[in-house]
């Protein structure tokens, strides 16, 4: 086999080398399964064993008592039992086979940028089956209608309602229904109705198929699938709108094709349909279509109920996302309406709330999972349409094929075209000419129609072999020629591509500015348009819904607030990430500093300077020491629990992001008032980002801020805490040291406080600790101080000590300089030296 | 077509849609929305429009407003406000809002674009000295966030800052610390909107129904 394997693969390159040996390695996998499924042809092998041995047991118990033990097989110490846990195995190989091929596929650059996945996939799949074949085996059935529609196209329905992007697509509703239904309902007559008329053309040896067959056929054939759309334009980068028009629309015309399905199988056995079933028809459109979306609607409102509730138990959070969704798929299902309507409301509707509700980290889990059990979904789907292409029974016929596969393509243009036609009336973009073909050519039909027509039942449809024929030819057709070629033609026709830049907050301002702006104009018009409505149900949406929805505070927050929000904490993150603790960029990460744009304000009232101002390696040392002191108390891990994941300080919930800012608001207000009352000039009040920016523009600045001389303060902060003697001790050692040393210590708490300050509001846990790090670190600079001036204050042990005494002394201090965080009574006792 | 009945002359009307681009229906519809909410003078004030209902809630009523009395927007190159405007005022700052036409060029295309762009940038620089300033930008910010309480103020500064650091940052590449970036001209306004396709949201549909017996 595996000198096949070396044939197969095309030698030269060294990627395609690569290629040759991954392939090996995933057909050694493969001949497991082979041999695996061999085992399985004969599980009465094994089975007869058992019974055989358990008989002999049985007779031996039965016959002599005494000799019962001896009689016994001796105890297996190895034994195979394959049969037990073949199922899960040999999914396990598949879903293997699919995560490899996919990491195989990205190895060579070259080859995915000319073929799509998609395509590569099922060449993979048409292999295996081959090979399964060649080992004689029964090929396994595994595009089954079950599992397809229960396992594998679920992860792929929800991943796209999660992620659909509800601006485009709720601005071009009126586009993509009239493509779902009116395109998909024209293309399943015009097929069916043309087909038949084919097939009763003398010489064609079709004349046995009736029209509703035919009907029912080219309902089937005639849905864009929305995963081989979804595979297809995620390589090509078309523009937002095209790609939302058509992925828009093979979501949506599952409703159609479902009851068409329905409709067509029940007639195609009585034979008459009547004008009655026609409106019965209709209304059952109405009832599949609609109450698909509510009953995902409901589900996806439980959802975001549920994560209200889930602040204590962040672990199981993604989860009930996932079960919610499942369950709103399958109670649609239950019901014969759309599941994948179900779904993509379902996703649609719990993802604002969910995402205010959850975690950080559980949202980042939700996305991961989505994304994890798509991609394996979407790869396993196609390697199973080859290997069910290998398998299944086939009747070719020249005639039907071709004629499907063609009309299939004029009907999709006719359809576009004509419909565009009457859209661009009421369209105030209108689409051109490049935007009608690329919808035409993206018409990719999939495995959902594959396994409708799987679904067949074999008695009623004498002919289903020869249409399941018909529709992988045009699956094929549709996913290797016009898959592979629309690539080229879209950069041939110059179509608009997406911008894939990530939005910036000035953007985010001028829209939201737009909607305003367009729903004022609209109401001075007196037109009740697209905006009114869309700013009704806003208002709407924040005034009562989001208030049941999400907890806490955060209903509150309006959509550019949480933006901001938004790419602050990402900056902070990616802050941390890069590892720099002190050297703060500001929001966005740029040359120029805030000095630049703000307006001339003058700077403080100038003084002159009071403390030694810190040399530059000076100024390293507290860097380091902050540094590591991040680094210990982030390493500290918490015991094991199974409920709770390791706190680490960094990605402290987003929840409490919010409640923290505002936190810090009333603490800088405080802090400007206890710094006046040092009189120590604390920071210019300036917007939070402004200080930031200064500081990363300059991070002396806090330095460099000038005490005037008699305000020095001497250090009668009230510490309101019975001062033990040792405290006193560290006061009277402090003021020996003299001014300077005290001054420092605070003129340090105050910059260590305002670097936290700061520093919180970009990252929250992280300003926390900075703060508390950086009074440690002021204290410690103070006995520093007085090593340097040969005071030798204490041995170590000591010197200690009597920090972590000044520690107890001034909680109140220690509550005001660092964010009274939740973690932080373990700061506290921990010592800060490093 | 109720409304069209109601036309006063078509001389003046074929002579507003030559100058808006709006189809005589149109020009009926809104004429007499104007008539409405001016009630039935010729000429229209701030109060007429602040009076409207639907508008209370906007954030940036009182920018929108504005913008229908400022001189910058009549194509007319003049300056500063006025205190009321004419039927014919009215039309030309609604054809800001008009949705361009199936076939452009890249040129007409840009056009549209730019004076799209140029309406915004006026809403912004309110004292007309062709840059939006930081202060101004704040003003901007706050409204957009004047309905959200106490929470927003402090934080439509700091997103102002942010943003107009991100333009900064933007046009001008690197800066000296000692250099003042005196605000957004239109150029760089252009340029920090780029990849918002202006030319195809700025739109709204201008029906060719009468409504405004429906509207408050």
């Known amino acids: ?834 | 077509m109720g409304a069209l009945q109601s036309l006063p002359d078509e001389p003046e009307y074929r002579d507003l849609s030559e100058k808006t681009g709006f189809s005589f229906e149109q020009i009926g519809i809104l004429h007499k929305r104007f008539k409405q909410l001016s009630h039935n003078e010729d000429t229209l004030r701030r109060d007429d429009l602040n009076t409207i209902p639907d508008l209370s809630c906007n954030p940036i009523r009182t920018q929108i407003i504005e913008a229908f009395f400022d001189k910058r927007n009549f194509h007319q190159n003049g300056e500063g406000t006025v205190q009321e405007i004419s039927f014919e005022e009215f039309l030309v700052v609604m054809s800001h809002f008009r949705p361009p036409a199936l076939d452009m060029t890249e040129e007409q295309r840009e056009i549209i674009r730019r004076e799209k762009l140029r309406f915004l940038f006026n809403m912004h620089d309110t004292d007309n000295d062709g840059t939006i300033t930081l202060e101004e930008y704040r003003h901007v910010v706050e409204e957009l966030l004047s309905r959200s309480g106490a929470l927003g103020k402090e934080t439509a500064k700091g997103i102002a800052d942010a943003a107009m650091l991100e333009v900064a940052s933007i046009s001008m590449g690197h800066m000296e610390p000692d250099e003042f970036y005196e605000g957004i001209t239109f150029e760089h306004f252009l340029k920090i909107l780029k990849d918002i396709e202006i030319e195809t949201r700025m739109n709204i549909r201008f029906l060719n129904m009468d409504t405004t017996n429906l509207c408050k």
């Open chain 1, 1 to 834: 086999m595996s000198v096949r394997v070396v044939l197969h693969s095309p030698s030269g390159s060294r990627s395609f080398l690569e290629r040759g040996l991954l392939l090996l390695v995933m057909l050694i996998f493969l001949e497991g399964t082979v041999l695996t499924l061999g085992a399985a042809s004969s599980p009465d092998i094994s089975a007869q064993d058992n019974t055989g041995g358990h008989d002999h047991r049985g007779i031996a118990g039965s016959h002599d008592h005494t000799n019962y033990t001896y009689t016994k097989k001796a105890f297996p110490v190895l034994s195979l039992d394959y049969h037990h846990i073949q199922v899960p195995f040999e999914i396990s190989l598949w879903v293997l086979l699919a995560s490899l091929m996919k990491l195989g596929f990205h190895l060579i650059p070259r080859l995915s940028s000319i073929v799509p996945e998609s395509c590569l996939l099922i060449v993979v799949g048409l292999l295996v089956g081959g090979l399964i074949k060649l080992a004689g085996e029964e090929v396994p059935p595994v595009l089954d209608s079950n599992l397809f529609f229960l396992c594998l196209l679920p992860p792929i329905i929800l991943d796209a309602g999660y992620f659909l992007p509800i601006r485009p697509f709720m601005e071009n509703i009126g586009t993509i229904l009239m493509f779902a239904v009116v395109g998909t309902l024209w293309n399943a007559f015009f097929v069916g109705g043309l087909l038949y008329a084919v097939c009763q053309i003398e010489g064609t040896y079709l004349s046995q198929v009736e029209l509703l067959p035919c009907l029912l056929f080219g309902s089937i054939i005639s849905a864009v699938d929305p995963v081989a759309v979804l595979a297809v334009f995620e390589e090509i980068h078309i523009n937002e709108l095209l790609h939302i028009l058509v992925f828009g629309e093979s979501l949506l015309n599952d409703a159609v094709t479902v009851v068409l399905y329905h409709l067509f199988e029940e007639y195609s056995g009585a034979g008459e349909v009547t004008p009655m079933d026609v409106v019965l028809g209709v209304i059952c459109f109405l009832i599949v279509s609609l109450g698909g979306i509510a009953v995902g609607a409901i589900y996806g409102i439980l959802a975001a109920f549920t994560s209200r509730f889930t602040s204590h138990t962040r672990v199981i959070e993604p989860l009930f996302m996932f079960v919610y969704s499942y369950m709103a798929y399958l109670s649609a299902e239950m019901f014969h309406l759309s599941g994948i309507m179900a779904l993509i409301a379902c996703g649609a509707v719990m993802r604002p709330y969910v995402e205010a509700n959850i975690s950080h980290k559980s949202h980042t889990t939700v996305k991961y999972f989505l994304k994890m059990w798509s991609s394996v979904s979407e790869t396993l789907i196609f390697i199973f349409l080859g290997v069910a292409t290998v398998a299944g029974p086939h009747a070719w016929n020249w005639t039907f094929v071709s004629v499907t596969v063609i009309l299939c393509l004029v009907s999709r243009v006719i359809g576009v075209v004509g419909l565009t036609f009457i859209i661009n009336k009421f369209r105030i973009v209108k689409l051109t000419t490049k935007d009608q073909f690329i919808v035409a050519y993206g018409g990719l039909r999939g495995a959902i129609a594959f396994s409708l027509g799987y679904l067949l039942d074999k008695d009623l449809f004498p002919m289903r072999t020869m249409f399941l024929t018909a529709i992988i030819t045009e699956i094929f057709f549709t996913v290797f020629v016009q898959g592979m070629t629309i690539k080229p033609l879209v950069d041939l026709l110059a179509v608009k591509k997406k911008q894939e830049a990530k939005r910036s907050i000035n953007e985010e301002i001028h829209t939201q500015f737009l909607d305003h702006l367009l729903t004022g104009i609209e109401d001075i018009c007196g037109h009740y348009g697209h905006h009114h409505w869309k700013d009704k149900l806003n208002r709407f949406n924040k005034k009562y819904i989001k208030k049941c929805l999400i907890a806490g505070e955060r209903y509150k927050e309006p959509q550019l607030i949480a933006f901001y929000h938004k790419m602050e904490f990402k900056q902070a993150i990616e802050l941390v990430e890069s590892g720099g603790g002190v050297k703060l960029p500001s929001a966005v990460p740029s040359q120029v500093s805030m000095q630049n744009i703000q307006p001339k304000k003058l700077p403080p009232p100038v003084a002159e300077r009071a403390l030694p101002q810190f040399t530059k390696g000076r100024e390293e040392e507290i860097r380091k020491i902050l540094r590591s002191n991040l680094q210990k108390t982030r390493q500290r891990l918490r015991s094991y629990n199974r409920h709770t994941l390791v706190a680490d300080p960094f990605e402290d919930g987003w929840n409490d992001f919010l409640l923290k800012k505002q936190r810090l608001i009333e603490l800088e207000k405080k802090m400007t008032e206890m710094s006046n009352y040092l009189t120590v000039p604390g920071a210019i009040p300036d917007s939070p980002t402004m200080c930031r920016a200064r500081l990363a523009s300059d991070p002396n600045a806090f330095y460099n801020i000038k005490a005037s001389s008699d305000g020095v303060p001497t250090i009668q902060v009230d510490l309101a805490s019975p001062q033990s003697p040792d405290s006193v001790n560290m006061l009277n050692e402090f003021s020996k040291e003299g001014h300077t040393g005290q001054g420092l210590g605070q003129r340090e708490g105050a910059t260590g406080k305002g670097l936290g300050q700061r520093e919180g509001a970009t990252g929250q846990g992280l300003g926390q600790r900075e703060g508390a790090t950086g009074l440690g670190l002021c204290q410690r600079e103070g006995a520093d101080r007085d090593e340097d001036q040969g005071l030798m204050m204490k041995p170590a042990g000591k010197g200690e000590k009597g920090e972590e005494e000044g520690g107890n002394k001034n909680p109140g201090l220690m509550r005001c300089l660092s964010d009274p965080g939740p973690s932080n009574e373990d700061e506290e006792d921990e010592p800060f030296l490093p």
